[in-house]
């Protein structure tokens, strides 16, 4: 899993919360990612960051949140406007070309 | 817009056979193509990659892949498996110019070795 932390492993929350996952690298690497992962969709992307303090939509981004105000931290919070949180989440990394990602070991949330 | 196709969900070998997990992409310009592993309840491992050069790419734990650029491919081997490489394998492709720096992931492919 690298250089990349993701805490905690597991996170349970009641509906109507909103909860924050913690995503650090020490990669030195510009660009962060946060994925979802269900059973038999693969991978989608939340939120990106290229550099700090700038991020963009993924394919997913309605009921998240994230910020980007130090290069080895890129935090999503997930509202309680997203209406199917749970899911396996992936944190992820990148440096320069040809630009491949290295991943943290996840978080898994349950909302009930 | 980039896309990556893996044609099975599942791909069943038994050990000391060679297997094969296929990937197919499409790409507007010329492609970075990756595989990941991953095992259950874990992160992604990179495995291999392909930027440019050679066609046939070694990677980790004895896999390596072969680009076909004429049927747009890029499929995972191994000359021969073991119980261990059973997990979920995901190919992903990114375009070498724009594509805003994302991959692309396929829908995973899960390995089973059986003895």
């Known amino acids: 899993d690298g250089g990349i932390t993701q805490s905690p492993k597991y996170l349970f929350r009641k509906e109507g919360q909103n909860v924050t996952l913690s995503c650090e690298q020490n990669l030195n690497h510009d660009a962060m990612y946060w994925y979802r992962q269900d059973p038999g969709q693969g991978l989608r992307l939340i939120y990106y960051?290229?550099?700090?303090?700038?991020?963009q939509k993924g394919d997913i981004a309605e009921g998240y949140s994230v910020s980007r105000e130090k290069k080895e931290s890129f935090p999503l919070t997930v509202t309680s406007a997203q209406k199917n949180p749970t899911a396996f989440y992936l944190c992820?990394?990148?440096?320069?070309?040809?630009?491949?990602?290295?991943f943290g070991p996840g978080t898994r949330l349950t909302v009930t | 817009a980039q896309s990556v196709a893996q044609p099975e969900d599942q791909v069943n070998v038994a050990e000391g056979n060679p297997l094969t997990v296929k990937c197919t992409y499409s790409v507007s310009g010329n492609p970075y193509l990756f595989w990941y592993v991953q095992y259950p309840n874990r992160g992604l491992q990179f495995l291999l990659k392909y930027i440019t050069g050679d066609n046939l790419v070694k990677g980790s734990y004895g896999f390596e892949a072969e680009f076909n650029k004429s049927q747009t491919s890029f499929h995972l081997k191994k000359p021969s498996a073991l119980v261990s490489d059973s997990a979920l394998y995901f190919c992903?492709?990114?375009?070498?110019?724009?594509?805003?720096?994302?991959?692309?992931f396929g829908t995973g492919t899960q390995l089973k070795v059986e003895l």
């Open positions: 960051s290229q550099i700090v303090n700038d991020f």
């Open positions: 992903a492709v990114r375009e070498l110019t724009g594509g805003g720096n994302k991959l692309t």
């Open positions: 992820a990394s990148s440096g320069t070309i040809p630009y491949e990602q290295y």
